[in-house]
C-alpha cells in the first residue's frame, strides 16, 4: 500500500485509493471517448493498468486486493442497478410489446446455451453444468445505456427498432436477473457437494420471482403514499435520502432473502414512478434524475475499475484461456444478433441484432458476483471479462455502420 497507509488512521490508505481509482478511471475515460469507445471500456483498462502498477510497485495503491475498494465498488454497483431501474418503469415494460419480448427471450436463451457449450468444449479439465450454466449467464446481459446513446446520437431511438431494442433491453435486466439467481443457486449447490438438488433451485427461482413480484405489487401502491407523507415533512433536502434509504433497503432485503441486492436495488429503481417524487421534486426544484445521476458518476466508475483491476491480461497467454476469450466474443455476439431476427415482419433484425450486442454494466456485475462465489476462477473470469470488452466495442460500431446503411427507419 502508499506510504500513507503506514499510520494508525486507515482512512489515509482508503482516501488515497479513491483519488486513484478516481483519477484513473478518468483518464481511462477520456482514452477510451477519443478512441470512439465506450466509456467502460476505459475504465476497466484504467484497473488493469492500476493492478499492472501494483505489481511493478508495492506502494502502489490495490485496487484489486482492498477491502475498502470492495466497499465502494459494491456500494456503486448497488447504486447503479437502482438508477438502471429508475430508467425504466412497469407500465413502460408492459407496453413495449410481442417484438421487444420475442427478441429478450431470444436474446437471453441463445447466449447462454452458446456459451455453456464453449465452456464444455473448450476449459482445460472440464467443468461441471452449473459453472458452465454461470459463464454462458453472463453472455446473456444487454447494455441499455450503450445502445440508447448511439441511437440517440442518430436520432433512431424513436424509430421502431430503437423501441424494440430499448424495450427489449429492459425486459433483458429483469430476465438475466432471474437467471443469475437460477445459475447462482446450482453452483452454490454443486459446490457444496451431491450435486445439483433442483428442488432447491426451484425454491431459489420462486423466491426470485415471488421477491419481484410482491416488491414491485406492493411497492407501487405503498410508495406514492410514503413519498406524500414525506411531502409534509419541514426538513429541507429530503427528496435524494429517502430515495437511496429506499433503494437501498430494498437491496438489504434481496440479500438477506437469498438473493443478490442488486436485484432489490434493481426492483426498488422499477416501483419508483415519476408521479411519485412529483411532489418532492416540485418543492427541491430539482428532478430525482439530476440528484441520482452526480452519485452514479462518482461511484459506478469504482466497480468497473475494482473489476479491470482483477482481470489479470497474464492469463490470456494461456492457449486455452485466449481461445475460451474469442469463442465467448463470437458466440456471444451471434446469440444476440440471431435474436434480432425472431422481431417479425417489418423490422430490420440487422439494426436489432446490432443493438442487443453490447453487454457492459449488467454483464460485468455477473462475472462480480460468479468470482464473489468462488465459482469463476481468476483466468475464466479474465476470458469472459475480454469477451464483454470485445462485444462491448463490436456492438456500437456495429449498429452505426447498419444505421448507416437504412438511414431513415420508420417511427413506431
Not at 468444449?121 to 441499455?144: D, H, M, R, Y
Request: proline share 6%; with cysteine; hydrophobic share 55%.
Amino acid at each position: 500500500m502508499l506510504l500513507a497507509t503506514a499510520h494508525a488512521d486507515p482512512a489515509l490508505g482508503a482516501l488515497v485509493l479513491l483519488a486513484a481509482i478516481w483519477l484513473a478511471a478518468k483518464a481511462g475515460g477520456e482514452l477510451a471517448t477519443r478512441l470512439k469507445l465506450p466509456t467502460v471500456v476505459g475504465e476497466l483498462g484504467a484497473g488493469m493498468a492500476m493492478a499492472a502498477c501494483h505489481r511493478a510497485w508495492q506502494w502502489f495503491p490495490d485496487a484489486a486486493g482492498d477491502p475498502s475498494a470492495d466497499l465502494f465498488a459494491a456500494v456503486g454497483v448497488v447504486l447503479l442497478m437502482f438508477s438502471v431501474g429508475l430508467e425504466s418503469t412497469v407500465p413502460q415494460m408492459l407496453k413495449v410489446g410481442l417484438p421487444a419480448l420475442r427478441v429478450a427471450v431470444a436474446g437471453v436463451i441463445m447466449p447462454v446455451l452458446l456459451g455453456l457449450g464453449a465452456a464444455f468444449l473448450l476449459i482445460p479439465g472440464g467443468v461441471s453444468l452449473p459453472v458452465a450454466l454461470f459463464i454462458g449467464a453472463c453472455l446473456c446481459a444487454t447494455s441499455v445505456g450503450i445502445s440508447a446513446r448511439v441511437l440517440s446520437e442518430r436520432n433512431a431511438g424513436s424509430s421502431q427498432e430503437g423501441r424494440v431494442i430499448l424495450g427489449a433491453a429492459v425486459i433483458d435486466d429483469v430476465l438475466g436477473l432471474l437467471v443469475l439467481v437460477l445459475v447462482s443457486g446450482m453452483a452454490l449447490a454443486d459446490q457444496a457437494g451431491g450435486g445439483t438438488p433442483w428442488r432447491a433451485v426451484g425454491r431459489t427461482l420462486a423466491l426470485a420471482v415471488g421477491f419481484l413480484g410482491l416488491a414491485l405489487s406492493l411497492g407501487r401502491l405503498a410508495t406514492p403514499h410514503l413519498f406524500r407523507m414525506a411531502n409534509r415533512l419541514r426538513v429541507e433536502e429530503l427528496l435524494l435520502p429517502l430515495t437511496l434509504a429506499f433503494g437501498f433497503l430494498l437491496a438489504w432485503v434481496g440479500g438477506h432473502a437469498g438473493l443478490a441486492p442488486i436485484v432489490g436495488a434493481y426492483a426498488a429503481g422499477l416501483i419508483l414512478e415519476p408521479t411519485h417524487v412529483e411532489f418532492l421534486e416540485e418543492r427541491e426544484q430539482k428532478s430525482l434524475e439530476a440528484l441520482i445521476h452526480p452519485l452514479v458518476t462518482a461511484l459506478a466508475p469504482i466497480f468497473f475499475v475494482v473489476m479491470g483491476a482483477r482481470v489479470d491480461p497474464r492469463n490470456l497467454l494461456d492457449t486455452s484461456i485466449l481461445a475460451l476469450a474469442l469463442s465467448l466474443t463470437l458466440l456471444g455476439a451471434l446469440g444476440k444478433y440471431l435474436a434480432g431476427f425472431v422481431a417479425g415482419k417489418g423490422f430490420d433484425p440487422h439494426l436489432i441484432g446490432w443493438g442487443m450486442m453490447p453487454r457492459g454494466e449488467v454483464g460485468l456485475i455477473f462475472v462480480a458476483t460468479g468470482a464473489q462465489l468462488g465459482i469463476l476462477s481468476g483466468p475464466i473470469q479474465s476470458a469472459v471479462v475480454a469477451a464483454m470488452m470485445l462485444t462491448t466495442v463490436m456492438g456500437p460500431i456495429g449498429l452505426s455502420w447498419r444505421l448507416n446503411q437504412v438511414p431513415n427507419r420508420p417511427p413506431a
